[in-house]
């Protein structure tokens, strides 16, 4: 008796490639405009017009200035997530468990900064701070409390507060969408079991939520890596790699020193990458 038993037909070829042309724009996107232009500037910082040298990135990891500049943009970066950790998990947990209706309203108060230009942002924190200002006019002015106006703009610490204004969203978002996934009945239950709110807290609810802080400021940090803008108008005397970048390219010209930084700014952005990779690992497993 033969076998009846109906054999599986082969994948025709045009399934096959129909996967492949259809990946074949983003694929051509990502190679033309990020892998190319990364592998250029990659090319430029090694090369000279005598061969290819290293000589930029020794001096960039060697040299106590550049070695500064990079400690005070990792600095500044974990300063900035710090803060944004501290302000946006009770905004989070409000927004999770106590906000209720409110919910949409604080969700757009949230992404409104995110929706305004980041020059028009700067410039709004000008406008406030400034020295004929609104606090200013506010504290001499109205209160009488000063005799003369502070001077409150172009300062590490303004520059500081305009980029956690616009980067709380971030942690906000994240941590709330955590705090979303966790089973109040764990937090009752620790209740029932003799603990205070703290205590449930600080045991059930912060560790199940450790994720979402991670996640959230591996995104604040990187963002505030690479910030520039509001350091520009606002940093009174920070140096930073990206405001360096922007010197080196317009105002010494050493398009090969810029190119160098720029890469060493990109190795810091792909640390915090691998890091919520295993962030992310950690939590699948």
Request: charged share 10%.
């Amino acid at each position: 008796m033969s076998d009846m038993t109906p054999q599986p037909t082969p994948p025709r070829p045009r399934r096959l490639l129909l996967p492949l042309f259809l990946a074949l724009p983003a694929v051509v996107f990502l190679i033309v405009f990020f892998v190319a232009p990364l592998f250029d500037n990659g090319m430029r910082s090694i090369l000279t017009q005598d061969g290819w040298t290293v000589s930029r990135y020794v001096s960039l990891l060697t040299d106590r200035f550049y070695l500064g500049i990079i400690g005070q943009t990792v600095l500044l970066s974990a300063g900035v997530t710090l803060i944004s950790v501290v302000i946006g998990y009770p905004v989070a947990y409000f927004l999770v468990r106590k906000a209720g209706r409110f919910a949409g309203l604080i969700i757009f108060l949230l992404i409104a900064p995110l929706l305004t230009s980041i020059i028009m942002r700067t410039f709004g924190w000008q406008v406030l701070f400034a020295r004929r200002g609104l606090v200013n006019t506010l504290l001499v002015d109205e209160l009488g409390i000063l005799s003369a106006p502070l001077r409150l703009t172009n300062s590490p610490e303004i520059a500081i507060a305009a980029l956690v204004h616009v980067l709380v969203p971030f942690m906000v978002l994240s941590i709330a969408t955590v705090l979303q996934g966790i089973d109040t009945r764990l937090e009752e239950s620790a209740k029932i079991l003799g603990a205070n709110r703290l205590r449930t807290f600080w045991e059930v609810t912060l560790p199940l939520s450790l994720d979402g802080i991670g996640t959230g400021a591996i995104l604040v940090f990187m963002i505030a890596n690479g910030s520039f803008v509001t350091l520009v108008l606002l940093g009174g005397g920070l140096q930073t790699l990206p405001l360096m970048i922007y010197q080196q390219f317009n105002t010494t010209r050493d398009f090969g020193m810029a190119s160098a930084m720029s890469m060493i700014l990109l190795v810091i952005a792909v640390a915090c990458l691998f890091a919520q990779l295993r962030l992310v690992r950690r939590k699948g497993a």
